[in-house]
């Protein structure tokens, strides 16, 4: 007996080693099988080698609604996130119930993603894999790039916490590990310092000085990043800094009876982002209050659309006429908003008797016939955001890192009316428990019955024999 | 005997009434889970893993609980079975009876893919899930149920026990370092959310058979120490 419950003791001390062995072994190595019909949980191989790289605590904290589908989707793709990498450490936070949580990290939109690591901090737009894999990628390269806004025409300030000021765009910026430096070219020597990963040309109101147009085309013809964004409201004319590049300032005002925001025409609402590129990615429309038209050399392969108005829409070119009908004169749409421009070329250079060396050079330019939009009383509208902070990570090369394989779960719609919740709670809760119970009665008079009826040739037991039995039963 | 088992289980007035209680709050959990106007069920099979736990301890008090407080736990000794056998009969009898019950609540999803169109991979491993998960809950409640001959010490002893671990894994996500990797690891809380997704992870699959495995080696320690 004392050897059995020996073994037996040998045997449970073996089977509780193997069971962590294969325990840590599938902790270690967790691989899966997607069975949604998304595959929205399936992480790309390119997130999978990012994640590989992630050594030290990293912390996502997602600013959901909590409750909501969006907050499980959110967790369980954060899930995946951890289950990859064990120092990833996630969190939903609801910023409703925790309005001082929020206020700490700066949130200003929901879905927005806080990711922190070594002391670095960057933000997602979207709890989707693209949008989260590029902020980890950023912060893994773990420098912070200089976007230099320029001033000296009237653009608004960067300090400026009022409706026209940008104080929020340079929390966006700082937020996505870009250090925003103004630099004045219409002063000293004008010249773009090096420093500078992009240049953003927010909103001049009066015209740029021929120096500072000069020092412009320069840095662009360098391989340049510029922004652009421009009205015909502010009396500037750019196209000396755009036309070498196939974009056109057309001005005017565009008014879109189809698409505005309220009564006013003017104030367009953007729903036509035809591009592929990543500047319109995950944006669905945008707010522009008092645009004016681009021109674009689409037979420049160089060039894309990012925004265009609806047919319905039209230029304006002399808005000060007080009539907002299309008339004679008035360009029919749909108009060209905002463009891009991505031009590479190859370089060579003489670095010495006999030593020449290329290399490829990359000039980036996003233009935006609209100067408010960007601005802290429309930055949070409809897409503004993402669309600013996905044009400055496209001009300085941080864009597309990351490509998603993952889809968001599709939208299923089951409106539950109250016919309907009736319904199911007559049969799920009443109906179906009130089946099995009257199943269970039914067999036990059944069998009482047949307990009851005597069988041929047996004598019926007494009552207290009965008893005895059913007791025993 | 797990036949045996089952049918003492769903023919006793005690096992059709928890049968039914559980049927009727699966029916309660879908209707606050479609209330957010999706035709997705993974708001439902996430608390479904606890009610799950809950009956799988009250089931499983019947296993020897039960047996010993009626006496007939002595003449189950004495039979020609082995050890072993007897404990995997008495938590395969739990088990089936568990999944009985699991398979009466395919009605939910049924209603929902009448009114709406839900996607069918997480309804899928959900149901894996619960199956892993119920086994599991009943091997550790067949050991509690051993472990003592008070029904109510068994039933309460196995759900106290069920649901501290699934509790440990919410509580782990407060703390950080290697003892919340431990913990949350241990609790079967963070092993639902992949089934829940529609994912099938081996690290879920495993987790849960190991915990039905160290059921099973705790019922036969357990009877071993009371022989």
Known sequence: MRRSRRRLFLAAALAGTALIIGNVAAYAHNPQLDLSAESSFSLSAQTTTLLTRVDHPLAIIAFLTAGGPEAADASYLLARYQELNHYIHWSVVDPDANPGEARRYGISAYSTVVLSYQGRRVTSPDVQEGDISTAILRLLRGRTETVCVLTGNGEPSLSDSGPNGLSDLSVLLSQNAFAPRTIDLTLGVAAVPPACAAVLELGPQQSLPATEVAALESYLRGGGRLMVLTSSLSGTDPNPLLSPWGIGFVGGLVLDPARSEGVDWSDVVVQDLPSLNPVDQGVSSLQFPAPSGLLVNTAQGSVSVLASTSPQSYIDPNPQSGSVAFGPGDVPGPVVVAAAADVSRVVTSTAGPGITSTHVERTRLVVVGCDTWMTNGFLDNLGNRRFFANAVAWLTDQDSLVVATSQPPGNRPLPLTPALQFELLGITVFAVPGALISLALLRAAVVRRQEKEPVPGRTRPSPNRRRRRRRRR | ?227
Request: net charge positive.
């Open chain 2, 1 to 227: 005997m797990a036949r045996r088992d089952i049918r003492s289980i769903w023919l006793s007035a005690y096992g059709v009434g928890c049968g039914a209680g559980f049927l009727a709050l699966a029916g309660v959990l879908l209707v606050l889970d479609l209330r957010s106007d999706q035709a997705r069920l993974d708001g439902w099979f996430s608390p479904l893993f606890v009610v799950v736990a809950l009956l799988a301890a009250l089931f499983s008090v019947r296993s020897f609980a039960e047996e010993e407080r009626t006496g007939s736990l002595e003449i189950l000794t004495t039979m020609p079975l082995g050890r072993g056998q007897l404990v995997a009969g008495k938590i395969l009898g739990t088990s089936g009876a568990l999944m009985i019950a699991l398979a009466i609540t395919v009605v939910c999803p049924l209603m929902v893919a009448l009114v709406g169109n839900p996607d069918p991979g997480p309804i899928l491993t959900g149901y894996v899930g619960l199956v892993l998960a119920g086994v599991a809950f009943a091997s550790v409640g067949v050991a509690v149920s051993a472990a003592t001959g008070s029904f109510l010490v068994a039933a309460s002893g196995s759900s106290a026990i069920l649901l501290a671990l699934w509790f440990g894994g919410v509580l782990a996500r407060g703390l950080s370092g290697r003892l919340q990797t431990v913990l949350a690891y241990l609790s079967p809380y963070s092993h639902v959310t992949g089934f829940l997704r529609g994912t099938l992870a081996v690290a879920d699959v495993v987790y849960f058979l190991s915990l039905a495995v160290v059921g099973v080696l705790a019922t036969r320690l357990v009877l071993e120490a009371r022989r």
